[in-house]
């Protein structure tokens, strides 16, 4: 790959010239730089970015540096970092990804991203918690997605949970179900809680007491969604379900809730009709019938925490993105 040097000896001019060729070019003779230029052109030359940053050792105010803990390699929350791409590629602004696995050293990670001097920094994290923010992080503009800081005042945005659940459960008991069997993440989920709280509210609403219904918590571990089909069959009597719909916790739970009951012979939403939440990427149309879910707002999480970066924005609220209801075929 060519270097500076190798750019300025073709052109014939010292590094500082191509240096301004590069950065300042109004500052050159028109001569001179169209034979910079020229010599860039002939050697296929890349501009070393981050070297560029390191030297001049300040921060690029139109670069986001994204530390995604587990993000990027996930396929619920990818829309995140997609959208803080194309959200700041909108506005003329470069974004970069420094991808943080829970094994990691949290130090040297955060050193890493850094060390690329960006003008500010999205943290976002795969699944909705609660994190420390590590203090080398607030030196800069910082915004949060999809987490909440345990400790230091970070303005965050993270899905409603409350709204999308009560919005879900409302739209059920609208189309005159009363019995639904409500299977939960693992309790200590802190999207649990809150869906909890939107389903006890739609309930009330529909003079239903949310404490006489069967409520099942899936234990902590993807191992567990095996226990789902035992948790659906527990509720069965003479080989007849005991409820008339099911509220699952997510669109994986849904997944096993349908293979259980149409293996029973259950006919959805016919006999009972089945409540998603997520989205989850690509499959919600292949359900048979499609599922009727919440949709998680990763993309529009990305698109206001990178907004909130380029707008330069101080609060340090915590934003409650809602989570659009998506009625289909099995209600």
């Known amino acids: 790959m060519a270097s500076l040097k190798d750019v300025a000896k073709l052109a014939n001019v010292s590094l500082m ?45 139109n670069t986001i540096g994204v530390l995604a803990l587990d993000t990027v390699t996930t396929p619920f929350s990818v829309e995140i970092t997609l959208s803080i791409e194309e959200t700041a590629r909108a506005h003329g602004w470069n974004s970069f990804v420094v991808n943080m696995f ?13 060390s690329h001097r960006p003008g500010g920094i999205i943290y976002t994290t795969m699944g909705l918690r609660q994190v420390p923010v590590p203090a080398k992080l607030l030196t800069l503009p910082c915004v ?31 189309a005159g179900y009363r019995h639904p069997l409500c299977l939960h993440l693992p309790a200590n989920h802190i999207a649990a809680a809150r869906r909890r709280q939107g389903l006890e509210q739609a309930c009330r609403e529909a003079d239903i007491d949310p404490d006489r219904l069967t409520h099942c918590y899936m234990e902590l571990g993807d191992e567990h ?10 509720n069965f009597s003479q080989g007849n379900p005991a409820f008339d719909s099911v509220i699952c916790g997510n669109d994986r739970m849904a997944f096993l809730v349908y293979q259980t009951l149409l293996a029973q ?13 997520d989205n989850m990427v690509g499959i919600g149309d292949l359900f048979l019938p499609p599922l009727s879910t919440v949709q998680l707002p990763h993309y529009e999480i ?13 609060h340090k609220n915590t934003v409650y993105v ?10």
Do not use: F
Request: glycine share 6%.
């Open 17 to 61: 010239t191509v240096s301004r060729a590069l950065n300042t070019p109004e500052r050159l003779r028109a001569d001179t730089l169209t034979r910079v230029q020229a010599a860039i052109d002939k050697l296929n030359y890349v501009p070393d970015i981050s070297a560029k940053k390191v030297r001049g050792s300040h921060a690029t105010q």
């Open 102 to 114: 829970s094994d990691d050293c949290p130090e040297m990670i955060v050193d890493l991203l850094l």
């Open 144 to 174: 949060l997605a999809n987490c909440e800081s345990l400790h230091e005042a970070v303005a965050s945005y993270i899905p409603d949970d409350q709204q999308g659940q009560y919005d879900g459960v409302r739209a059920l008991m609208a």
């Open 225 to 234: 969604y095996r226990d789902i089909p035992a948790m659906v069959l527990a």
């Open 265 to 277: 012979g259950v006919r959805i939403p016919e006999d009972v009709a089945v409540l998603g939440y």
């Open 302 to 314: 990305g698109r206001l925490s990178a907004l909130h970066i380029i707008n330069g924005d101080a």
């Open 322 to 331: 809602p989570s659009p209801w998506l009625p289909r075929e099995s209600i």
